[in-house]
């Protein structure tokens, strides 16, 4: 076979033109900085670097569930150890007002601080984190306590269940719960009825209305005065009538004047005196 000239340039031209095209290819991954860029550069090479991207992709988000899990978690232990701190703060204040020693304003105090920490309670029970209520199982939208401190989620404490825990994929195969329900650190009731008969309770109202004022240390000044609403009964020859004192009163006297007003029902031969600061 002869070999012209015609052929040795065609074939030069077409070794010339793979070898442009294979520096191309070069050029572009050395810019680009991939090793391909097209799918048609190297098909099994993308079906590899697909794969591997959806499994980095996968990894990345369990590592965001993870951290959003720890984040959860740690506002939770957070508010566990407020209502840890709140519960210690109430006992300490319980055991005070036991005391004999304490007045009428100190008591009707501590009464308004227990009523204090129970909003606190409340505010507690309703922490969120990212927009989400910590203590609502899957009702994420909806507190857990209403002002009152009531389970309110659209429905009843029927409608929330110890098993509402939000599972979040942290691997493949491996889910954690990341939420603590509600009822299982502020109580499980099965009626409203309960409901109301214990979370609806104020305890400052409760202490300031069953205030007994007999055989307890008074004091009373300007600024000290001993301030109501106080209630309490009064028994005289079988008859039992209820004392209601709604004012302020800046002196024992004012006090002594206010309850004997009041006295009426037994006969009017009833008075009532304050002896040694005590009535």
Not at 43 to 72: C, F, H
Not at 152 to 164: A, I, P, Q, R
Not at 238 to 259: C, F, Q, V
């Amino acid at each position: 076979m002869r070999v012209t000239n015609a052929m040795m340039i065609n074939n030069l031209m077409r070794n010339l033109s793979k070898n442009l095209g294979r520096m191309e290819k070069t050029q572009r991954s050395l810019s680009s900085g991939k090793r391909f860029v097209n799918p048609s550069d190297d098909p099994i090479g993308v079906s590899r670097s697909l794969r591997l991207n959806t499994e980095v992709a996968t990894m990345n988000q369990y590592k965001r569930n993870a951290d959003d899990v720890l984040s959860w978690l740690g506002t939770t232990e957070m508010a566990a150890s407020n209502i840890n701190e709140v519960l210690k703060r109430a006992k300490e204040l319980v055991v005070q007002a036991a005391s004999e020693t304490n007045s009428i304003n100190e008591r009707l105090s501590i009464a308004e601080e227990i009523k204090e920490l129970r909003n606190q309670l409340i505010h507690i029970a309703n922490t969120t984190y990212a927009g989400s209520y910590l203590f609502s199982g899957f009702k994420t939208d909806k507190p857990l306590l209403t002002e009152d401190g009531r389970y309110d989620l659209g429905g009843g404490t029927s409608k929330l269940t110890f098993d509402e825990i939000i599972q979040i994929n942290i691997g493949v195969g491996d889910r954690i719960g990341e939420n603590f329900v509600g009822q299982r650190l502020f109580g499980y009731y099965d009626d409203a009825a309960a409901v109301e008969a214990d979370l609806n309770l104020s305890v400052a109202d409760s202490l300031a209305n069953r205030q007994s004022m007999k055989g307890k240390h008074l004091e009373a000044s300007a600024t000290n005065p001993i301030n109501g609403p106080i209630s309490f009964e009064m028994t005289h020859n079988s008859t039992t009538i209820t004392i209601n004192l709604a004012g302020s009163y800046d002196s024992l006297g004012d006090l002594e004047a206010a309850i004997t007003a009041q006295l009426g029902a037994f006969g009017g031969d009833v008075t009532v005196a304050v002896v040694d600061n005590k009535l």
